[in-house]
């Protein structure tokens, strides 16, 4: 039989070896360093990750959305105001002014034009959100 001198020994030398097993483990929010200030960095504060990756995807989402709402919910004129103000064919957007010249029709009619078309889209968006 281990005397208990011996199992205390025992005991000790396993804490060691499973200390020495997760030596590697890090957590990202333990303290690695710090900054200028004296404040304590994490790995998390310093790992470069791009916070806004779910903002660009619902982004491109929503705009393929949008394509496919202009062209199924609009008219030719109102697609055509729509994709010269908010410049959705490449080009830079235009003003409602802009646009009246190009099309020969007045700035008021352009506004209210885009005015509906825009609530077209709005409805359709929000009918899409609750399903």
């Known amino acids: 039989m281990k005397s208990r001198k011996e199992g205390i020994a025992n005991e000790i030398l396993m804490h060691f070896r499973n200390v020495k097993k997760s030596a590697q483990d890090i957590s990202l929010n333990e ?4 900054d200028k200030d004296g404040n304590p960095l994490t790995l998390l504060d310093i ?6 990756i779910i903002d660009t995807l619902d982004l491109k989402f929503n705009s393929r959305k949008l394509g496919q709402y202009i062209n199924e919910e609009l008219d ?3 697609k055509k105001i729509i994709i010269l ?3 959705l064919d490449g080009n830079e957007p235009m003003t ?3 646009v009246a010249k190009l099309l020969n ?3 008021s009619y352009v506004s209210r034009i885009e005015t509906r078309a825009l609530k077209i889209l709005k409805k359709r968006f929000d009918s899409s959100s609750n399903l």
């Open 76 to 78: 030719e004129r109102e």
């Open 85 to 87: 103000r908010y410049g």
């Open 96 to 98: 409602q002014k802009n």
């Open 47 to 52: 790992m470069a990750v791009d916070d806004n």
């Open 105 to 107: 029709i007045s700035r």
């Open 31 to 34: 303290t690695i360093d710090t």
